[in-house]
């Protein structure tokens, strides 16, 4: 039972680089979602998806991209990294948008950008 | 619109001693509540919720939390900590139709 699945562990890039942050789900999930973590500041929403097809943003969607083709796969896209990005990055995923549904989190990639 | 404050951003007990860890959540309705525990290195386990019905609410790994509507908290409580339970914790709050909200967080520092 691999729940939420993120690849890679550890990053870390050069600014300007470009890349993807791949999440995956075997739970069945409509809803995903991507985070980040700093320190003192918590969870951050970056994007969200309630569906195949469907994704919007959250409240730190700017130098990130989206797509969610299958309702297993949900990748993050960086596309132009900048230091500012340097962050864990964490993926969820919950049987669909309610805020009553229980999120199951990705063990997160830690991402340095320099 | 809800909102979830953790004032407590590190908390050291010794190891046996009980643990209070304060969340307090603002919102018109009643909420969905959740706390969740990260150790390091790793993502976020859900340890309980609470929708409804009796106020205390039994979680995984001991821990238990209290709903009291007249003061908007949902506290974490466990009588007699452990050093595994070293992490750092988040409230969260959520509510039907809208994206749940995490707190920033209190890391728990245990003492041996």
């Known amino acids: 039972n691999a729940g939420v699945t993120q690849t890679p562990k550890f990053q870390v890039l050069k600014t300007g680089q470009s890349m993807t942050l791949q999440c995956a789900q075997d739970?069945?999930?409509?809803?995903m979602s991507w985070y980040r973590q700093d320190p003192g500041m918590g969870l951050r929403l970056i994007h969200y998806?309630?569906?195949?097809?469907?994704?919007d943003q959250g409240e730190v969607p700017n130098g990130y991209n989206v797509s969610r083709s299958t309702t297993e796969d949900f990748p993050l896209r960086l596309l132009s990294a900048a230091p500012s990005q340097t962050s864990v990055y964490f993926c969820?995923?919950?049987?669909?948008?309610?805020?009553?549904?229980?999120?199951?989190f990705g063990d997160g990639t830690r991402l340095s950008i320099l | 619109a809800q909102s979830v404050t953790q004032p407590d951003i590190h908390i050291t007990v010794s190891e046996g001693a009980s643990l209070e860890l304060r969340c307090n959540y603002s919102y018109g309705a009643t909420p969905y509540l959740f706390w969740y525990v990260q150790s390091p290195g790793q993502g976020l386990q859900l340890l309980l919720k609470y929708f409804s019905g009796d106020t205390l609410v039994q979680g995984i790994k001991g821990f238990e939390a209290e709903f009291k509507r007249s003061q908007s908290s949902f506290n974490l409580r466990k009588p007699s900590v452990h050093w595994s339970d070293a992490a750092e914790y988040f409230c969260?709050?959520?509510?039907?139709?809208?994206?749940?909200?995490f707190g920033k967080g209190t890391r728990l520092h245990i003492l041996p």
């Open positions: 998806s309630v569906g195949a097809g469907i994704t």
């Open positions: 739970m069945n999930h409509e809803y």
């Open positions: 969260a709050v959520g509510a039907r139709d809208d994206k749940i909200i």
């Open positions: 969820a995923s919950s049987y669909d948008r309610d805020g009553d549904q229980p999120q199951h």
